[in-house]
């Protein structure tokens, strides 16, 4: 999904790879707040202090993790200034964005990263990260019940779903699926191979 967010900027809301789900217990303690994040910009030579001033103010618009790709001979007023947000990862946001970038990029030299958005205080190494609309509803959702439960995600879109009950696994993988090709149908998109998988889950025991 794209929706313009300024004069320069187009955003793509899009996506942790697990090799097993994690308890709720241990979800809590890999998540990071939820109340926010920090925007880094990188030290790139072709942005004026005055732009990465400008991407930094509309980073802090946006939910981590997030990034923002600039086409360095085409300027940042292009349309291939493009943030990737509300990712399970930085790297998924990066690549989303760079993607996005190549795409509408004119100039003959590539896109490259400019800026990131990451949870306040974050650190790299975590058995889980979710997007920041993931950890809230993490908080406000899966931890508010005991009973049978999962929690799914798409690393490639961003998409998630949690069930609460029987079958939760697998009831939250099709509901995560369904997220992916409706995601899809709204951009007008093929709708990609589903690539959700069980990030937390819970016995209820």
């Known amino acids: 999904m794209k929706a313009t967010i300024s004069a320069i900027l187009f955003v793509a809301i899009a996506s942790p790879v697990l090799a097993e789900p994690v308890s709720e217990r241990e979800a809590r303690r890999a998540l990071f707040s ?16 005055a732009e990465k001033a400008t991407l ?18 085409d300027g940042m007023l292009h349309a ?10 930085t790297e998924a946001a990066e690549h ?5 970038c190549e795409a509408v990029r004119e100039a003959e030299q590539p896109c490259e990263i400019a800026a990131i958005i990451t949870p306040r205080r974050w650190e790299e190494g975590q058995v889980l990260q979710l997007s920041q609309a993931g950890t809230i509803a993490f908080r406000d959702e899966y931890r508010r ?17 949690i069930h609460i009950g029987e079958n939760a696994e697998d009831e939250a ?13 709204n ?5 990609p191979v589903s690539d959700c998988i069980i990030v937390v889950s ?3 025991s």
């Not at 989303?96 to 996005?100: G, I």
Request: proline residues 2%; negative net charge.
């Open 34 to 49: 939820h109340t926010g994040g920090d925007v880094t910009v990188l030290d790139v030579s072709f942005l004026s202090e």
């Open 56 to 73: 930094e103010a509309v980073g802090a618009q946006l939910q981590y993790y997030g990034a923002i790709a600039v086409s360095p001979g």
């Open 80 to 89: 291939g200034t493009v943030a990737g947000a509300n990712h399970h990862s």
């Open 96 to 100: 989303f964005a760079l993607e996005a």
């Open 145 to 161: 019940v005991r009973d049978e439960k999962a929690f799914a995600a798409s690393p490639e879109t961003g998409q998630y779903a």
């Open 173 to 185: 993988l099709n509901a995560c699926e369904a997220a992916v090709v409706a995601m899809a149908d």
């Open 187 to 191: 951009d007008e998109e093929e709708a």
């Open 202 to 204: 819970d016995s209820g």
